[in-house]
């Protein structure tokens, strides 16, 4: 199966502090799919200036990736940077939006979502999404609860600025979330997400080099077995996140279950 890949990693932001090892893990995954899977390099697409890191540029390429997705190809769509949750009132709804951070500003589910419209429905769509909150959005009776703010790291890899860390909900409003990768469930997509819906993600100083914790453990378990399939390398990953003794306080996910879960990685 031929493969093709769009890869994003972003350390720096305008108006929110910056991170230090999304770049990192783009180019260690970039080095992944050619050296372990043998992707051509001319077939995967890796955004690492400034402007391409800006969200016009970025859904004008992504838009272009999906469509020239032909039939019995593989897309993988790797996303490193922040994560964020959105919280809008219309009328007697309350609007939970989980949306990934790039450059100048967040992108919206709708956005995703209309350039999602033209995948082919034998071409398979992997996303890896390394970031905050990653997993979707958890509601309980009284609202959206994250992580408690108390939590604390020196590497925390992102917080949520565009929310609060509780929405409350006194007048028992419809609360409704959109998630761009949850809801497509289609048999031909996946998403491998850093951590639960409220959640962080985390990055550290591994071998003196920044990484998000979820690309490098999950790299490493690649390069030890290319052949393991999706749920195999999820669960030895959830045998080592949360890691309290380290306070990496995050969940690896698989989104979209379907026949694919039980797939080998990028086949």
Known sequence: MKIKALIIGINHYNGIESLNGCENDAK???KLLINYY???????????YRYETKSDYILKVFKKFIHNLKNEQLG?????????IEKKEVGNKIIIEERIRVV??????QEIRERLDPLKDKAKLISIIDSCFSGG????KDGLCNIDD??????LKSKTYEASNKVINPTNKEIIYKN???DISTLNRLTLTASKNNEEAFEDIIKNRFNGIFSRYLIDVLKNDPLITYKEAISILQKKLPDLSKEYLQTPQYLNESGIINQTFFN
């Open 104 to 109: 100048d500003r967040t992108i919206t589910d």
């Open 38 to 48: 043998n992707v051509c390099p001319s077939n995967i697409i890796r955004l690492r």
């Open 137 to 140: 959005v958890e509601f309980y």
């Open 76 to 84: 993988i769509f790797i996303f490193s940077g922040h994560g964020v």
């Open 28 to 30: 260690d995954w970039e």
């Open 150 to 155: 108390s939590i604390k790291n020196k590497y």
């Open 180 to 182: 761009f990768f949850k």
